[in-house]
């Protein structure tokens, strides 16, 4: 009789360290593909400015501003991960079918949360003089962050479906 080993961790619930691996991966793509639209299409000074001033940078600062979306990208990665697999959703995330509508929910949720929430008041209270209001809902800048958001969820839901996929 064949035993099997399980390699889940209690400290992350039920997720395997693959599936924390894939999300990470799916959240460096999924930025560098956000991170190009918010470069070229998003009107400037998002990337260069607006980011690295979340934590006290200075800009113009390219270079920081991609270090540090792409660090995003990795942790929010990793949360979807979490998310999925400890509320009872990693059998449908785990399918790609499922998985893409998973992503653009994940990515209208990140949008939502961070974007339209977080984002504004963070940049309030670093003093940048570029902060968008709170709540930060103008149009066509939310919907082009929305369209980001989802090009980085997608690639996320999609890491965790073959990653997690049976």
Not at 37 to 55: K, N, R, S
Not at 140 to 150: D, F, R
Not at 158 to 164: C, E, F, K, N, P
Request: aromatic share 8%.
């Amino acid at each position: 009789m064949a035993t099997t080993t399980d390699t889940r961790s209690n400290l992350i619930g039920t997720v395997a360290t693959t599936e924390l691996a894939a999300g990470a991966a799916g959240g460096f793509v999924g930025s560098v593909l956000f991170g190009l639209l918010m470069q070229f299409v998003i009107p400037a000074p998002m990337l260069e400015m607006a980011i690295p001033a979340m934590y006290g940078i200075e800009g113009p600062a390219l270079a920081a501003g991609w270090a540090i979306h792409q660090f995003h990208g990795v942790v929010l990665g990793i949360a979807y991960v979490l998310l999925v697999g400890n509320t009872g959703l990693s059998a449908r995330a785990g399918t790609l079918p499922d998985a893409i509508p998973l992503g653009v929910a994940y990515g209208i949720l990140t949008t939502v949360l961070l974007a339209v929430l977080v984002m504004p008041l963070w940049l309030g209270a670093m003093n940048f003089g570029g902060a968008p209001p709170f709540p930060n809902v103008a149009f066509p800048a939310t919907l082009l962050s929305t369209v980001g958001h989802v090009m980085f969820a997608v690639p996320v839901a999609v890491a965790y479906a073959l990653a997690a996929g049976e």
